[in-house]
């Protein structure tokens, strides 16, 4: 029963901040590598940022400098802070969990992903 639940989604303006989480359940969250995606309307599921088992990252280049994905193993959580938010940046987001014995190549492909949360809603305004 692997669960990944995604919180902290909400309406805020242009230059504010979210920190979103998610919350592991169902398997050993720490031998699993991780990562954030996001949706927008009429838009393909884009990768935003990726955590390894071991704490290497990688963001999508419109993110970096902004975002943070970090990690908790003790709690199983994982959280992306999103900083100085742009109208560009609303989307679903959502939590995933890498294929286990993947290679990096798939980092950033949503096939190199094996379980989905729900999703959590950011809207930014201008």
């Known amino acids: 029963q692997v669960r990944l639940v995604e919180s902290g989604g909400g309406l805020v303006q242009a230059g504010e901040s979210l920190r979103l989480s998610c919350a592991a359940s169902?398997?050993?969250?720490?031998?699993?590598?991780m990562g954030w995606f996001r949706q927008a309307p009429g838009k393909e599921r884009e990768f935003v940022a990726a955590?390894?088992?071991?704490?290497?990252?990688d963001y999508v280049d419109s993110v970096k400098g902004r975002f943070a994905i970090s990690r908790d193993n003790v709690e199983n959580m994982m959280y992306l802070q999103m900083n100085t938010l742009k109208p560009d940046d609303s989307a679903v987001y959502y939590c995933a969990r890498r294929r286990r014995l993947q290679s990096a190549q798939y980092r950033r492909l949503p096939n190199g992903y094996d379980a989905w949360g729900q999703g959590t809603q950011v809207t930014v305004s201008p």
């Open positions: 955590i390894t088992s071991g704490g290497e990252i």
């Open positions: 169902g398997f050993t969250f720490a031998s699993y590598h």
